[in-house]
């Protein structure tokens, strides 16, 4: 039996030193008889990606892949211990936590046009809730939405989107984390696990244990409501493709939008700003996006792909910028110097107190007493 049994164990081991190295060793392709031009043949451009074919009709399996039900969905089921009342409040506290350390665009062309792109993408969304939408005079190209509809578009993503379509279709994708209530769900999956970790709150009931934790909550736009799961992002990225091809924008937009802030973050790293970089445009999701046009929505004869609008609007906050850039360093503004800036100046200009002092010297008037 022993010897049966190391015939079978000796077996094994050379089957499995026969397989290791085919696993091991990466299989290098054939030579090429040409090995001259292969080498000096120049690089190879990358050309921007033909737009996905889409059916000219579809058979949606489910009231979700269904872009004409719209609307009609409950795309927020899930357990959550925030109403939408609760949800609207605490969207409402974190607003204003934002803008109390932010500094907004108070232009009317500016504002009103972005908030009337964003409140046409929340007509055709699955909104249950109203929406807030707001420009932050911010060079990062960013974008979010707060729990119960509070929504930020920053003046960097507007002035980096080449086309309205693409506006589009990131608002369309922070409005989906909204329609589908991700911050307050996951936020209840927090407070589950503090629950869990807690075995006297088992007898409270879940109301009041979710008010009691939420009390606790730091103002200060936690991560919660703002990093979201792999799983969260791709449902954004499902249901934000939906909500901008119901308004009439070019789907491929949203795709080619991301493609080259990916290749920008390649080309220069930090392009990504901290809060944007929790949810990169990851090659799958670019792919699973192009894969959801190709199959549930069907095609049109014509699709908004941008307007003059657009441009003006583009052109009047980069001069706005501009104009804000010019007044921050204007010479007339205080500035703040070190202790060795003082002693340079101190060194390059005659007449000066080499001690390095730079404050001012308090001096009696002759006819004072």
């Not at 499995?16 to 451009?45: M, R």
């Not at 737009?51 to 899930?78: C, H, L, W, Y």
């Not at 909104?127 to 807030?132: I, L, Q």
């Not at 909550?217 to 990093?227: V, Y």
């Amino acid at each position: 039996m022993v010897s049966i049994i190391r015939k079978a164990t000796g077996l094994t081991l050379v089957g499995a030193l026969a397989v290791c190295p085919a696993l091991a060793v990466p299989q290098s392709p054939p030579p090429t008889s040409d090995t001259t031009k292969q080498a000096t043949a120049p690089p190879t451009q990358v050309r921007p990606q033909a737009p996905v074919a889409q059916p000219d009709t579809v058979n949606p399996k489910n009231s979700k892949e269904d872009v004409e039900a719209i609307g009609n969905r409950n795309v927020g089921k899930g357990v959550n211990f925030y109403s939408l009342e609760k949800e609207i409040a605490l969207g409402k506290q974190l607003a204003q936590e934002v803008e109390k350390s932010s500094k907004m665009i108070d232009d009317p062309v500016v504002t009103e046009y972005v908030n009337r792109v964003g409140q046409n993408l929340v007509r055709n969304s699955d909104a249950r809730v109203p929406f807030t939408i707001k420009v932050i005079d911010s060079d990062e190209v960013n974008a979010f939405a707060l729990p119960g509809g509070f929504f930020y578009v920053n003046s960097g993503l507007v002035l980096r989107a080449q086309e309205e379509s693409e506006l589009a279709g990131v608002m369309a994708h922070e409005i989906s984390h909204v329609t589908a209530r991700h911050g307050t769900k996951q936020a209840t999956k927090g407070e589950l696990m503090q629950l869990a970790s807690i075995p006297a709150m088992i007898f409270i009931p879940y109301s009041l244990a979710g008010y009691a934790l939420y009390q606790g909550i730091n103002l200060a736009i936690p991560l919660t409501f703002l990093k979201f799961s792999r799983d969260a992002e791709r449902e954004a990225d499902y249901l934000g493709l939906q909500y901008m091809y119901k308004a009439g924008y070019d789907p491929n937009s949203y795709v080619t939008f991301f493609e080259r802030i990916q290749a920008d973050e390649k080309r220069r790293a930090g392009t990504i700003p901290k809060v944007f970089a929790t949810h990169p445009p990851t090659p799958d999701r670019i792919e699973a996006a192009q894969k959801e046009i190709a199959r549930i929505l069907p095609a049109r004869q014509e699709y908004i792909v941008t307007t003059s609008e657009f441009d003006n609007v583009k052109a009047r906050l980069r001069n706005i910028m501009f104009a804000r850039k010019v007044q921050d360093n204007a010479p007339g503004k205080p500035t703040l110097r070190t202790k060795t800036e003082q002693s340079d100046k101190s060194k390059t200009q005659p007449g000066t107190d080499s001690s390095g002092d730079d404050r001012p010297t308090l001096k009696r008037r002759p006819d004072s007493p």
